[in-house]
């Protein structure tokens, strides 16, 4: 597609129960990142995927996330066992990579999740 | 571990100012990239700067990358309230346990008043 699509927009789950997020890359990128992002702040780096390479998932905060890429496309992230501190908005970004990280993310409008 | 610090956090303006964001580090990045955020949206790439000492203009905003390669800087001109928004720098690095992912800033809260 032209852009990164992300689904849900909008998520409200009870804490306890377990949520996946969804995220369709830019064609033709073989990196492809998630991110979160709490009110207003900066973006906190939680798994990377490239190419065939084993992810790199040392920013996920606990081993209630994880994240798989299927044919090295479509990316779901799934946080099992919602906790309140979970909620906060799950940017997921694509991108060509090159050796010096040069090239910039497309990021999708990331899906807003609160847990209640 | 990088970290990158952005300064201000909260910037609010009359339409017409000049401002800086300032974007520091103690690590030396092979790129660094400023995004602009808007409510509901993610982040939007405004430009890549590469090389030390690099400057970059894009209409009323430039960019500057550090000779050291560890610091940035967005200036704004004439500021407008369209300009309202989150901006974000992040860096990358070629090599170590950063390779070939971001760095982001905590961002600098744009508000300009008309």
């Known amino acids: 597609g032209a852009g990164v699509s992300q689904s849900p927009s909008n998520k409200v789950t009870e804490k306890g129960k377990d949520v996946e997020l969804r995220c369709d890359p830019i064609s033709g990128h073989t990196a492809l990142y998630w991110y979160r992002q709490s009110l207003g702040q900066g973006l906190e780096f939680l798994i990377y995927f490239q190419g065939n390479s084993a992810p790199d998932k040392s920013g996920l905060p606990s081993d209630r996330f994880s994240a798989e890429r299927t044919g090295g496309s479509v990316s779901t992230l799934t946080i099992q066992r919602t906790q309140q501190e979970d909620s906060a908005v799950y940017l997921c970004a694509s991108s060509r990579w090159g050796l010096n990280g040069n090239y910039g993310y497309t990021f999708g409008s990331g899906t807003r999740l609160t847990v209640v | 571990t990088q970290l990158l610090e952005q300064s201000p956090q909260f910037l609010s303006i009359q339409e017409g100012e000049n401002l800086t964001v300032y974007c520091n580090s103690s690590?030396?990045?092979?790129?660094l990239q400023w995004y602009r955020q808007e409510p509901g949206e993610g982040p939007v790439l405004l430009v890549t700067v590469v090389t030390g000492g690099e400057v970059k203009k894009l209409k009323r905003l430039t960019f500057q990358f550090g000779d050291a390669r560890k610091d940035s800087s967005l200036h704004i001109t004439a500021a407008q309230p369209g300009d309202t928004g989150l901006y974000l720098c992040a860096g990358a690095n070629a090599g170590g346990t950063s390779y070939g992912k971001l760095t982001f800033g905590q961002g600098t809260i744009l508000t300009v008043h008309p």
């Open positions: 690590s030396v990045f092979s790129s």
